[in-house]
T-cell receptor, first 117, second 119 residues
Framework: AQKITQTQPGMFVQEKEAVTLDCTYD???????LFWYKQPSSGEMIFLIYQGSYDEQNATEGRYSLNFQKARKSANLVISASQLGDSAMYFCAMREGYDNAGNMLTFGGGTRLMVKP | EPEVTQTPSHQVTQMGQEVILRCVPISNHLYFYWYRQILGQKVEFLVSFYNNEISEKSEIFDDQFSVERPDGSNFTLKIRSTKLEDSAMYFC?????????????????FGEGSWLTVV
């Protein structure tokens, strides 16, 4: 089974509107972390937001928020007020195990977001 | 803001040649990683490094690969004899040490990547 599933290979959103990128995960660990990264066409991986499995509140970072639904094992990224510069590939990733371990990230297949002017 | 830096940004090499990709992780970070992304595919874990030794590696990281932290700042990935299928973007990443319940302590920062093309 896939550990991280992103079901939307591509999405369009109108500039200034909000968009939700879906991510579901599969783990039997009680402690894990969920990450979202942005990859523009230039190729670099830019960290956006992190949610720990024990965090009671949804993470927020500026225009980014993470809709964490633990029982459903979903960690959707919400981008508010989309901008043209948000057009990129977005990856959801998971780290299993405790915070103090150098555990690897497992990535989903990504969602390509295109913002229309 | 501190960042992970990687060199070269792009390298073309002949099949069978040795390649060394270099990375300078964020200073005071303790965990270091190499990932790769074949064009159009997922980002895949290669290896993690902590306390001057490999802590975890994937099936991809076979005997052709090695990592080294030769001094206090650099972290290198060596591919001994490159194959066509090694063509990919290689990402170095780092994170701080054990800082439980501190959100920033869990963040893994990636470099801008090194494009490797094997011909």
């Amino acid at each position: 089974a896939q550990k991280i599933t992103q079901t939307q290979p591509g999405m369009f959103v109108q500039e200034k509107e909000a968009v939700t990128l879906d991510c579901t995960y599969d783990t039997s660990d009680q402690s894990y972390g969920l990450f979202w990264y942005k990859q523009p066409s230039s190729g670099e991986m830019i960290f956006l937001i992190y949610q720990g499995s024990y965090d009671e509140q949804n993470a927020t970072e500026g225009r980014y928020s993470l809709n964490f639904q633990k029982a459903r094992k979903s960690a959707n990224l919400v981008i508010s007020a989309s901008q043209l510069g948000d057009s990129a590939m977005y990856f959801c990733a998971m780290r299993e195990g405790y915070d103090n371990a150098g555990n690897m990230l497992t990535f989903g297949g990504g969602t390509r977001l295109m913002v229309k002017p | 803001e501190p960042e992970v830096t990687q060199t070269p940004s792009h390298q073309v090499t002949q099949m069978g040649q040795e390649v060394i990709l270099r990375c300078v992780p964020i200073s005071n970070h303790l965990y270091f990683y190499w990932y790769r992304q074949i064009l159009g595919q997922k980002v895949e874990f290669l290896v993690s490094f902590y306390n001057n030794e490999i802590s975890e590696k994937s099936e991809i990281f076979d005997d052709q690969f090695s990592v080294e932290r030769p001094d206090g700042s650099n972290f290198t990935l060596k591919i001994r004899s490159t194959k066509l299928e090694d063509s990919a973007m290689y990402f170095c990443a780092s994170r701080p040490g054990s800082v439980r319940r501190l959100r920033s302590g869990n963040t893994i920062y990636f470099g801008e990547g090194s494009w490797l093309t094997v011909v």
